[in-house]
């Protein structure tokens, strides 16, 4: 969330003459963003278990929190 949330004014500003792109982009961005998301966590829960998913969102969480 935080590279979409610093993507947003740049892609504004890069394209000024196409506005409905940047929101196009980001809205797709975000979209596939939790496909894969729901998708890998699936992976990971069937390889693992589902203590391995807590624990990877639980290790993703905190390392995004260390940016």
């Known amino acids: 969330m935080i590279s979409l949330a610093l993507a947003w004014p740049l892609s504004k500003v890069l394209q000024e003459a196409r ?3 940047p929101t196009a ?3 797709n961005s975000l979209f596939l ?4 998301g729901t ?6 829960a069937s390889l ?3 203590r391995a998913v ?3 969102a639980a ?9």
């Open 25 to 27: 982009l980001y809205m």
């Open 48 to 50: 693992y278990g589902f």
């Open 33 to 36: 963003g939790s496909m894969a």
């Open 19 to 21: 506005s409905g792109a």
């Open 54 to 56: 807590i624990m990877t």
């Open 39 to 44: 998708a890998g966590m699936g992976v990971i």
């Open 59 to 67: 290790w993703s969480q905190q390392a995004q929190s260390c940016f």
